[in-house]
């Protein structure tokens, strides 16, 4: 099945920098959203946006809705030991009332280094 | 305001064999949709339930099919198994304007 190309697809950091990962599609999407996954867990919503070129924060979170509608960004600032895990990005496209059900990336795994 | 359960969070089943995966959705929502999530991979969209009705369905086989119960409650149902689908399976509701899902803990399926 299609899934977006998440980027970088693994990321050693020290605790307290800033991380950076993108999503981009060949399709365009009218909702991007970024999902953090611990192990045995199912994903966990961060943030969702709605309309190209809308930039959301969530605490030290903040994302971006690419203005093509086929990208999407998150940064974290000032990371911490939990920040740890697996985070996706997530595209969907609704079309009158119905569901494509989302599309998400293979993911990014931060890894914090102490 | 409960989250979305999923049961049984673990099984082994034999190749051939059915198994059934049951799931209940977050208070309030009435939308239900099922993901397969192979290791080291993003979840795969299967199906999306509404109003009892499958309104969306991904790139999987008639094999996997599926139920939504009047109290918005669901069910996979997955025929014949192969060794491929063993995977983490994903549930996951929303509202009726499909924004922002709620994801249960998963079932992890292994076949053998």
């Known amino acids: 099945g299609q899934q977006l190309n998440q980027s970088p697809q693994s990321m050693f950091i020290q605790e307290g920098e800033d991380v950076s990962m993108n999503c981009t599609s060949s399709?365009?999407?009218?909702?991007w959203l970024w999902y953090k996954q611990d192990p045995g867990e199912g994903p966990v919503l961060l943030i969702a946006l709605y309309k190209a070129g809308e930039l959301t924060s969530n605490g030290r979170l903040t994302a971006q809705f690419g203005i093509t509608r086929k990208d999407s960004f998150l940064n974290i600032s000032a990371s911490i030991p939990s920040d740890v895990g697996i985070y996706f990005c997530a595209g969907q496209l609704l079309s009158g009332g119905g569901a494509d059900g989302l599309t998400f990336g293979k993911g990014t795994h931060l890894i914090i280094q102490p | 305001e409960t989250g979305v359960t999923q049961s049984p969070t673990h099984l082994i089943k034999t190749r051939g064999q059915q198994v059934t995966l049951r799931c209940s959705s977050q208070s309030g929502h009435n939308t239900v949709s099922w993901y397969q999530q192979a290791l080291g991979q993003g979840p795969q969209f299967i199906f999306q339930y509404y109003r009892e009705e499958e309104n969306g369905r991904g790139n999987f086989p008639p094999r996997f099919s599926g139920l939504q119960f009047p109290n918005y409650s669901s069910e996979l149902n997955v025929n014949a198994l192969e060794l491929d689908d063993s995977a983490l399976y994903l549930c996951a509701s929303s509202s009726w304007d499909f924004y922002g899902y709620t994801f249960g803990s998963g079932t992890r399926l292994t076949v053998v």
């Open positions: 399709s365009i999407f009218n909702t």
